[in-house]
């Protein structure tokens, strides 16, 4: 099964402070997204990247960016993070050309802010 | 925007029943869905796919797809205590590749 691994598992950050949120994935996979899951919201798109060096925007950029400089590795990055980011951020891969484009996910990064 | 809602939020199932999910979409364009599941602690796994209308079975899980009433469910038979998790169900983002996912539905199965 494919393997996307988030480091680290958990953190606690200062508002106003920079976060990084860090993935890789073994699976050889040309797609990575990055998804937030609050209660009563279920998961939602932040950025997503389809080639190296390339990101776009998801449903909910507002706050965050995106850096993807190689084809296994993708990052989150708060550059001040607020209370407000407080949540669980997943990251998924999932492969390009005529697959299925399953999502793969990896463990989550549960994030508080305070 | 696309959206996705499920229900119910929450269901109690006997272990050994039938639970039974259910996902409206928004976008008549809608082609591909899947379902998640997600036990406590882990990430979203992917339970099944189904892209045509009608019923696709694996095992004891069987999905509904009526694109014309805009409507995906999921059928889980014989219910077991490790079906008990948060279920989603997700459709292909129009004009890429990511998933919009519902809001969930927590599944717990009672002995």
């Known amino acids: 099964e494919a393997a996307v691994t988030q480091s680290p598992r958990s953190k606690v950050a200062v508002t106003g402070g920079k976060v990084t949120l860090s993935c890789h994935q073994t699976?050889?996979?040309?797609?990575m997204y990055w998804y937030r899951q609050d209660t009563g919201h279920g998961l939602r798109l932040i950025h997503y990247?389809?080639?190296?060096?390339?990101?776009e925007k998801g449903d909910i950029p507002d706050g965050y960016k995106a850096s993807r400089p190689s084809q296994e590795n993708f990052s989150l990055i708060l550059e001040l993070a607020s209370l407000s980011q407080t949540a669980v951020y997943f990251c998924?891969?999932?492969?390009?050309?005529?697959?299925?484009?399953?999502?793969?996910f990896g463990a989550g990064t549960r994030l508080s802010v305070l | 925007q696309q959206k996705v809602q499920q229900s119910p939020e929450s269901l109690i199932v006997p272990e050994g029943g039938m639970a039974s999910l259910n996902c409206t979409f928004s976008?008549?364009?809608?082609?591909y869905f899947w379902w998640y599941r997600q036990h406590s602690g882990e990430g979203p796994k992917a339970l099944m796919s189904i892209f045509s209308n009608g019923d696709k079975k694996e095992g004891r899980f069987t999905a509904h797809l009526n694109k014309a009433s805009l409507h995906v469910s999921l059928h889980i038979k014989d219910s077991q205590p490790s079906d008990s998790a948060l279920y989603f169900c997700a459709v292909r983002r129009q004009g890429g590749r990511a998933l919009i996912f519902g809001t969930g539905t927590t599944v717990s199965v009672s002995p």
């Open positions: 990247s389809y080639v190296a060096d390339s990101t």
């Open positions: 699976n050889n996979h040309d797609y």
């Open positions: 976008d008549r364009n809608s082609q």
């Open positions: 998924a891969s999932s492969a390009g050309g005529r697959s299925q484009n399953t999502l793969y």
